[in-house]
């Protein structure tokens, strides 16, 4: 062992209070494993705009008891630092059913504690948007939620919202790593080990408070007292994760029959043991026993939570007896169109307002549907970064400085914010507003699917193909970036000769890594710049567009292809070829060694 690992291990035992991770460490030391010692312990696990989140293991580069501990250090200080009378106002703690979660929230909420903070500690798992919508509605200062969303049951996070129930965001991320830095020995004072004694001053359960007021303000959005619904039974799945009481709930407030839950999945369970990876989103592997249920009961719609319950998946079984599975896009465009209709409900006063007062927005990696939506309607369309850091502070902006009515907002990785109840992706009350948009299709002898069709009709056929490959290298992901990049001298089309092919010239390209953008006569790009994200847009001479992107939360370089036009057989034959030509001219997979996702 070189002095460095021996160092490095003296530092963990010394810190760490853990028998199970100090066990870890002493046996890797025991068998003289200086790899994996030297890759739990030389790198410290990144804090970012989406907290902590990575593997459940001993060591400074992972998800434990010290680097949650000394991640709740750090961000007390800069929160004490930063946001004024924050002690009184207080800390939301909220947590889900993963392995170790109420571990991690008891150590956040007993650091806050030895400082004076009053807690507020769910008592209860609870769904990742009742923080984001408790943090304001509480007045606290910060909010913090223990979850890994949809990751594999091995991971875990830590994720940190603002006084204004948003998502963290740029630059509270690097103030917050550099008091961790600051911060890194454990507090004598503080126990974490303890039984959690609330007494209503300084150790709070909010849940039933919030689950009440959160319940209140989303049945505003409601409009099934004013229309008819179908009698028509709905299967619903958490994902072996939160969201089944409380998608009950939202349920019994939208006054709607109950849904009929898949069974083997409605109670929480670590383990997710039906699924390969519990994320609605990878389609009809992840939805089988949904599925299996809706046949059995004779259901058409399928509505499915990932296991913190921020996201909805949405399947319905079409005329042929064949389910679709819709995929983010899909879903936003739908529930726009719905905001659009029922714009009233989301105003203040009920009273409809001039179009160009409504304010939609979703990601650069969405799909532009919505802006053309926009262009048609008169409303008004925002495009920014991906995730929800970005549409959560975007809206709040606007809304609190523009004096705009935000009506919805979505990306495509199937995470909708439908009105301003919370600044946040909700999951929970995305399902409730599209069981009573379904129910509503149905009554009148529709479908979704058939609604999807008379909005291609009039908006024009916008058809998506998104999917990643697997990356676990990040310097390889940066240089297959740069390999595209080829200093400066990006390609100018997409395809060997002419004919055909002259459709995928390239007549912009966006890169959010360089900030190079010639869209504009400056060449450079208006939305924020990353240096370390990895991101380029191409724009078609055929209308398509493609982004390539490498995951923030994930080991993953993600692709996203759009193709648009009138005539839908050709639109999906262009979007076939262009799909092809991105895997194959761009990502290069087998040159560079990517995994495929095992479905593929």
């Known amino acids: 062992m070189t002095d460095k690992i021996n160092n490095l291990i003296s530092q963990w ?121 408790a943090v304001p509605n509480l007045k606290a200062a910060i909010g913090v939620m223990i979850t890994a969303s949809h990751n594999p049951k091995n991971d875990n996070g830590y994720k940190v919202y603002w006084e204004t129930g948003c998502q963290i965001n740029t630059p509270h991320d690097k103030g917050i790593s550099k008091k961790i830095d600051e911060n890194l020995e454990p507090w004598s004072n503080v126990n974490a080990t303890a039984d959690i004694k609330y007494d209503n001053e300084s150790m709070i359960d909010p849940l039933s408070v919030i ?9 505003e959005y409601s409009v099934g007292s004013k229309i008819e619904l179908a009698n028509e039974p709905i299967v619903y799945t958490p994902m072996h994760g939160v969201g089944g009481v409380y998608a009950k709930k939202a349920f019994e407030t939208f006054q709607l029959k109950p849904f009929i839950p898949v069974a083997q999945q409605i109670e929480p369970d670590a383990e997710f043991p039906t699924v390969t990876y519990p994320n609605p989103e990878e389609g009809k592997g992840a939805l089988k026993l949904s599925i299996e249920t809706a046949e059995a009961n004779n259901s058409r719609l399928i509505l499915a939570n990932d296991p913190d319950a921020d996201r909805l998946a949405v399947a319905e079984k079409l005329v042929d007896g064949s389910w679709k599975v819709f995929n983010g896009n899909e879903i936003g465009v739908l529930l726009a169109d719905w905001a659009w209709t029922n714009r009233s409900t989301l105003t203040k006063g009920g009273n409809t307002l001039e179009n160009n007062k409504y304010l939609m927005i979703n990601t650069a990696v969405s799909s532009a549907m919505l802006k053309t939506m926009s262009e048609k309607e008169g409303f008004i369309h925002q495009e920014c970064l991906t995730g929800f850091k970005w549409i959560g502070n975007a809206a709040y902006n606007a809304i609190n400085n523009d004096g705009t009515t935000f009506l919805f907002g979505y990306e495509e990785a199937i995470g909708f914010q439908y009105g301003d109840v919370s600044f946040d992706k909700d999951g929970v009350r995305a399902a409730a507003i599209f069981a009573e948009f379904a129910l509503s299709l149905y009554k009148k ?108 939360t994930e080991p993953k370089l993600k692709y996203y292809v759009e193709m648009i036009g009138e005539v839908k057989s050709d639109v999906e034959s262009k979007l076939i070829k262009a799909v092809e030509l991105v895997i194959n001219q761009l990502l290069k997979p087998i040159e560079n060694q990517l995994e495929p996702p095992k479905d593929d």
């Open 13 to 133: 035992l010394k810190w760490d209070k853990n028998e199970i991770t100090r066990k870890e460490i002493e046996q890797l030391k025991e068998n003289n494993n200086e790899k994996e010692l030297l890759i739990r312990l030389e790198e410290r696990i990144q804090f970012g705009t989406a907290g902590l989140r990575g593997a459940m293991k001993a060591g400074f580069s992972c998800m434990n008891d010290l680097t949650v501990t000394q991640a709740s250090q750090g961000l007390c200080e800069y929160v004490i630092e930063t946001i004024e009378q924050s002690k009184s106002k207080g800390i939301v703690i909220g947590y889900d059913g993963r392995h170790n979660s109420y571990i991690f929230a008891k150590i956040t909420a007993a650091t806050f504690k030895s400082k004076g903070f009053k807690v507020y500690l769910f008592s209860h798992i609870v769904p990742t948007p009742y923080v984001s919508f």
């Open 211 to 219: 689950t009440e007021l959160y319940n209140k303000n989303i049945k």
């Open 445 to 552: 002898g529709s479908s979704v699917q058939d609604h999807l069709e008379s909005m291609y009709k009039r908006y024009g056929y916008h058809i998506s193909k998104n999917r990643y490959f697997f990356c676990y290298e990040p310097s390889k992901m940066v240089s297959i970036f740069n390999k595209i990049r080829n200093d400066g001298k990006y390609l100018t089309k997409l395809g060997g000769g002419g004919g055909d092919d002259e459709q995928f010239t390239i007549t912009r390209i966006r890169d959010l890594t360089t900030g190079y953008d010639n869209g504009y006569s400056d060449c450079k790009a208006r939305l924020p710049v990353s240096s370390s994200t990895q991101m380029i847009t191409f724009y078609f001479k055929n209308g398509g567009i493609a982004t390539l992107r490498g995951s923030g």
